[in-house]
């Protein structure tokens, strides 16, 4: 039941960092940059956290 739970909040965190991505491209400024940002740490963290149990 607790992969379950962890694997569908995984999926929605994975949602919306893309969500920040996508957004903070097709807008000009310093704070899409800073989403785009943390979209992309974001990622980036799924993906060490994925990654770590094979380490």
Do not use: H
Request: net charge positive; proline share 0%; hydrophobic share 60%.
């Amino acid at each position: 039941m607790k992969d379950k739970i962890m694997a569908i909040v995984k999926v929605i965190f994975f949602i919306f960092c893309m969500f920040l991505v996508i957004y903070g491209q097709k807008t000009v400024g310093r704070f899409e940059l800073f989403m785009q940002l943390a979209g992309l740490g974001g990622l980036l963290f799924l993906l060490w956290n994925y990654n770590r149990k094979f380490v």
